[in-house]
């Protein structure tokens, strides 16, 4: 079984300020973490991804994210907040059940607002 | 023009109505799944398909039913429509059968069970 936990439902930064959004993974193999956004009225598009390989992984949009198993995270940042940044977040985790399988499953994901 | 579209985008609908929500892709991927968005809950998984003809139940079918009998068509029905059932629904696809996969969301479908 596998689970998403995001810290926050709703956060808020100053523009410029630093962009963290937390998420804690927990799975029973290794897994495959996801980072989606949905802007407004739109469905989710991938942001960046972590499969194997170097733990940091950048996305589009200047975001990245930090593989990190001792602390079974993979936290979302951005160094500078732009007002374009406001959406909702979703962390998602896969683990590789099989070929074929469905299991990716979402966290309730987190709001960020963008304050001018 | 390629992607993943959703019909109706918007739906009002009374309890017991049976309800058909359309989900079309051009780009011939194996993979589609229904979501609903509920706030506090995210996006739950209701059913998906490996490919024409073959679907599967996710986390939360009960009062759904799915067919699959194109490889670009994957609609979604009510059967008789709950106000539980008010919700955001998500078509998506995704290409091959790993994991790692990105998904494609289609703009959703916002439907009100009155």
């Known amino acids: 079984a596998q689970s998403v936990t995001q810290l926050g439902s709703h956060v808020s930064v100053s523009e410029g300020a630093l962009v963290l959004l937390r998420c804690n993974y927990s799975s029973s193999v290794p897994p495959y973490l996801f980072w989606y956004v949905q802007y407004p009225n739109q469905g989710l598009q991938l942001l960046l991804k972590y499969t194997t390989g170097a733990t940091l992984v950048k996305g589009i949009n200047g975001f990245e994210a930090e593989f990190k198993k001792s602390e079974t995270s993979f936290h979302l940042t951005k160094p500078s907040a732009h007002m374009s940044d406001a959406a909702e977040y979703f962390c998602?985790?896969?683990?590789?059940?099989?070929?074929?399988?469905?299991?990716?499953?979402f966290g309730k994901g987190t709001k960020l607002s963008v304050i001018p | 023009d390629a992607g993943i579209t959703q019909s109706p985008r918007y739906k009002i609908t009374e309890t017991g109505r049976q309800v058909t929500l359309m989900c079309h892709q051009t780009w011939s991927h194996s993979y589609m799944f229904w979501y609903r968005q509920d706030l506090g809950h995210g996006l739950r998984l209701i059913y998906y398909?490996?490919?024409?003809?073959?679907?599967d139940k996710g986390e939360v079918p009960d009062g759904y039913v799915v067919s699959r009998s194109k490889t670009e068509n994957f609609p979604l029905t009510l059967e008789s429509a709950t106000r539980s059932q008010t919700s955001v629904y998500f078509c998506?696809?995704?290409?091959?059968?790993?994991?790692?996969?990105?998904?494609?969301f289609g703009e959703g479908s916002r439907l009100t069970v009155l």
């Open positions: 398909s490996a490919a024409a003809d073959i679907t």
């Open positions: 998602a985790v896969s683990a590789d059940s099989g070929a074929g399988s469905y299991q990716l499953t």
């Open positions: 998506a696809s995704r290409a091959g059968t790993s994991n790692t996969g990105e998904l494609f």
